[in-house]
C-alpha cells in the first residue's frame, strides 16, 4: 500500500527560484536562505520520495479570472513549466503520476470534497520553486510530482479548517492506493508577507514562528485560525499559510518534527521551511 | 459574508481581492494574462494605448497603466499576482513594484526588508494609522 512518511513545508518566493537559475545563490544577500535548506536536500536523498503531493497555489499563470477552482489537482502526465512574464524557469518538466493522482482525485471526491480534476496546466513558481530548493538543479526530477493547486489569491479563499481535512481526506485516499510507494507531502507558500499597497513588506516572525509551533503540536488549534487574523497578522499574502495545514492533515496526528528553518528576507518574504516526519 | 468582506476593511494599506474588486478589475487583469506571451508584450511595448484599446477597460484603468500607478490599478480591481506580468515586462522584479506602492525608493525598501521588514505592530488597524500620520 501507498504511505506517505514525511511533510515539507516551504515557502515559494519568485526571487528564489531566480536567485537560482541565474546562478546567484552565493551572494552575501542569499547565502544565508540557500544554507538552511542543505540539510533538507542531503535528508530527501536519503528519503527517495517514490511521488511528491505537492501543494502550492497558481500565480494567475494556469488560472486567469476565467476559471477559479479552489482546489484543483493535476491528473496529467506531464507539467510544463509557465511563462510568468520572464520566460519559463530553466527547470525540468515536471512529471506527473496520473494514476495515483486519478485515485486520489476519486476517493477525496467521494468522501465529499469537490475536487477539479485537470489535465492540462502549466506549472508556476509555485510548485517549481520548492522542487528546486529542495532537489537542486537537476537534469530531470528525482521523481513525480502530483500538482494539487489552491485558490488563495481570489476571496474567499478555503478555510484553514477545510484544508486541514482535506488533508486528512488525502492520507486516507493515499493509504487506499494499491502500489507499495514512499508518498511525501509539500505545503508551500508563506510564511508572512505582503505584496500589495502602501502596507507592502510587512514581516511578523513572532506570528510564523507560533505558526510553526502549531503546526508540528496543535495542528487542530491552527486550523481554527480565521482568514483575518492570517491577514491582519501576517500580511495580505500570508494567507498562503492555509496551504500547509493540507499537509499538516495528510500527517498523522503525532509527528516528529525532524527540520526547522526560518529566513527574513526573501526580497519581500519571511522563508519558513519544517520537515514532519510521521511514526515509523 | 458581508461581516466577513467588512473585517477586512479595518486593515490599513490593503485591498482584499474580493468579488467587488474582482467585478470592477475583471479586463484589467484579463490584459495582463495577455502578457504572459513573449510576442504580446513586445506588441504592447511598441504601442501601450493601442493594446490596451483592444480591452473593454475604463479610461481610468488604462491610464492607470500607462501611468505604472500600482496602488491605483490595485483601487480600480487590479490583482497585484496580475499586475506583476505588467512589471515583468516592463522588466521590474516584485520587490521593486512593492518599493513603488510604498512610496520607499527601491533601496530604502530593500534596506527595510534586510532589518526584518516592516513589523505588525502599528500595521495591524486602520486606527493604528490614523493615530501617527
Redesign the interface.
Known sequence: MAKIIAGVGCSHV??IG?AIDLGKTGEAYWQPLFKGFEFSKRWIADEKPDVVILVYND???AF???MIPTFAIGCAAQFQP??????PRPVPVVQGHPELAWHIAQATILDEFDMTIVNKMDVDHGLTVPLSLMFGQPEAWPCPVIPLAVNV????PPTGNRCYQLGRAIRKAVASFDQDLKVMIFGTGGM?H??????????????DRRFLDKLTADPDGLARLP??EY????G??GIELVMWLIMRGALEEKVHERYRFYH??A??T?VGHIILENPR | MTDYSEAFKDIPGTVIFDATQSRLGYHLNMFCMALMKAEQREVFKADERTFLANFPMTEEQRQAVLDRDYNRMIALGGNIYFLAKIGATDGFSFQNLASKMTGASEDEYRDMMIKGGRPAKGNRSKSEWEHHG
Not at chain 1, 489569491?153 to 474567499?156: D, F, I, K
Not at chain 1, 505582503?194 to 506570528?207: D, H, K, V, Y
Not at chain 1, 491577514?231 to 501576517?234: I, S
Open positions: 519568485p526571487a531566480a500565480h494567475a499563470s486567469s479570472l476565467e509557465a511563462d510568468e512574464g520572464w520566460g489569491v481570489q476571496y474567499p508572512s505582503q505584496l500589495q499597497g502602501p502596507r507592502a513588506g510587512l514581516i511578523n516572525s513572532e506570528f482568514h483575518i491577514v491582519r497578522e501576517a495580505s499574502e527574513v528576507p526580497s519581500n519571511a
